[in-house]
């Protein structure tokens, strides 16, 4: 099938709409939303590895932070046993 003119053309089969912004070529999904450029989805993929390390490191902090914060809580239920005092009672 030849297509006499490309720009603004859709795709009988795929329901893909092809346009030109300027010197890109744009590609419209069937429900209206716009195919995104390699460029566009380079950048998505190099910020949600970003985003996963950033997640990754609050994970760790938090975790740290919670084995940080049960030490303590055991070494004052020792120091408490020593001065006399039930934890469990309290």
Same mark, same amino acid.
């Given at each position: 099938? #030849?297509?006499? =003119?490309? /720009?603004?053309? +859709? @795709?009988? *089969?795929?329901?893909? =709409? !092809?346009?030109? #912004?300027? !010197?890109?070529?744009? &590609? +419209?999904?069937? $429900?209206? *939303?716009? !195919? &995104?450029? !390699?460029?566009?989805? $380079?950048?998505?993929?190099?910020? @949600? /590895? /970003?985003? *996963?390390?950033?997640? #990754? ?6 975790? @740290?932070? %919670?084995?940080?914060?049960?030490? %303590?809580?055991? %070494?004052?239920?020792?120091?408490? %046993? ?9």
């Amino acid at each position: 099938m #030849q297509i006499p =003119r490309m /720009i603004g053309w +859709t @795709s009988p *089969r795929l329901g893909v =709409r !092809f346009d030109l #912004q300027g !010197f890109d070529l744009v &590609l +419209t999904a069937p $429900d209206g *939303r716009r !195919f &995104l450029s !390699f460029l566009e989805l $380079d950048e998505e993929h190099r910020l @949600s /590895i /970003i985003e *996963r390390r950033n997640l #990754q490191e609050a994970l760790e902090t938090a975790e @740290s932070e %919670r084995d940080a914060a049960r030490a %303590r809580a055991a %070494r004052l239920e020792v120091r408490l %046993r020593e001065l006399g005092g039930d934890p469990d009672r309290l």
